[in-house]
């Protein structure tokens, strides 16, 4: 099975969080969600506060 890659032009809206309060996702400007898994560097970032690398509201992806 191959995993299928989709581009994204949009703007961050806000957070998204798991049931145990940990950001697992955006919701973007069009209405879509971004969900990556818990090893991704992006949440990784989010969850050390390291904002250099963090993905905050109001950014474009």
Excluded: C, R
């Excluded at 890659?5 to 971004?34: C, E, H």
């Amino acid at each position: 099975m191959k995993t299928q890659l989709s581009i994204i032009n949009s703007t961050v809206k806000a957070y998204l969080f798991n049931a145990k309060g940990q950001v697992d996702g955006w919701l973007l400007s069009d209405g879509k969600q971004l969900h990556l898994p818990p090893h991704h560097q992006a949440m990784q970032s989010i969850e050390k506060k390291a904002k250099p690398h963090a993905i905050e509201p109001s950014d474009k992806v």
